[in-house]
């Protein structure tokens, strides 16, 4: 609400928000959770003159410590609020390193979550409408 006024986020914000899926062998995902305790995934706002991809990457290793730089890119998909890169891994999480978060005022905890453990997770909405859309 700005001035007792509902104001709806346009497409280009909704375009500026991107993110990481990276999915690990045994079906984790990686996710982040905020000081507000939701979970997402790492995603955020992209700077001027990034590209989606480059504003992506810059994101996971701001939020999650994981750099993604050398590591393909399995698919891309628009969801609610933001433009997310899939990545995949021919190993399990805990043999990905991952490093300290460079954004402690935003995140508290990062995470390989099971799908069982994400269903009972505070979920941010992109990724309640990612969990529904996996079923």
Known sequence: MKNGIRVKMSNKDTLDVVGV???DKL???LLV???CGKWSFPKGRRKELETPHQGALREALEEAGIDLKNTPIQAKIQLRYGTYYI????KSGDEIRLDKPMTPEEISSVSWVTADALLRL???ADLRVYTNQRG
């Open 21 to 23: 899926i990276c999915l």
């Open 27 to 29: 079906g984790r995902v």
């Open 33 to 35: 959770e905020g000081r």
């Open 87 to 90: 990545y995949t891994f021919g």
């Open 122 to 124: 505070e979920k941010n």
